[in-house]
């Protein structure tokens, strides 16, 4: 991980969340178009940053528990990556952002937890190949009770 460990200044990431505070009106109708589904697990809204062969890249993802439990993410691989983790931004303390793996990869049940740039995320690394604008990743989340869910998500610039 010492490839990427860009850390990002928490006074861009504070910039970055006041952007999106001041779109949380545009958020709150974009999420009231998922409907949870009746039971189980469903992903949407997938979609990539773009990325350099043996680079690292990072794939953001709503997903929709609509069971009544919590599940827990048990196993996270793509076909392009050497390597896939769930990851979680941090605050380091020193006035930089850091990234490391998800301590808890619970999803809430009756609830939708939503990954994206500057907070939970999928990471991933030793990319096979070069993800230009266009091309599409697929990642394969594997939960504890609601199992395997493929998702093709399209690559784009953030
Ligand atoms: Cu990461």
Same mark, same amino acid.
């Given at each position: 991980m010492n490839l990427f460990h860009l850390y990002i200044p928490s006074f861009l990431l504070i910039a970055f969340l006041s952007v999106i505070s001041c779109n949380s009106e545009q958020n709150q109708t974009r999420t009231a178009e998922y409907v949870l589904p009746d039971d189980g697990i469903?992903?949407?809204?997938?979609?990539?940053? #773009? &990325? +350099?062969?043996?680079?690292?890249?990072a794939v953001y993802l709503n997903v929709l528990n609509g069971s009544a439990e919590t599940d827990t993410l048990i196993a996270l691989s793509s076909p392009i990556a050497g390597l896939t983790e769930l990851h979680e931004t941090f605050d380091r303390g020193d006035?930089?952002?850091?990234?490391?793996?998800?301590?808890?990869?619970?999803? #809430? &049940? +009756?609830g939708i937890t939503s990954m994206e740039p500057g907070g939970?995320?999928?990471?991933?690394?030793q990319l096979k190949n070069a993800l230009l604008e266009g091309d599409e990743v697929i990642v394969n989340l594997t939960f504890a009770n609601a199992g395997e869910i493929s998702v093709t998500a399209p690559v784009r610039s953030p």
């Open positions: 469903a992903v949407e809204g997938a979609w990539a940053r #773009p &990325g +350099r062969e043996n680079g690292v890249t006035g930089m952002m850091g990234m490391r793996e998800a301590e808890e990869p619970y999803f #809430p &049940g +009756r939970l995320h999928i990471m991933l690394m």
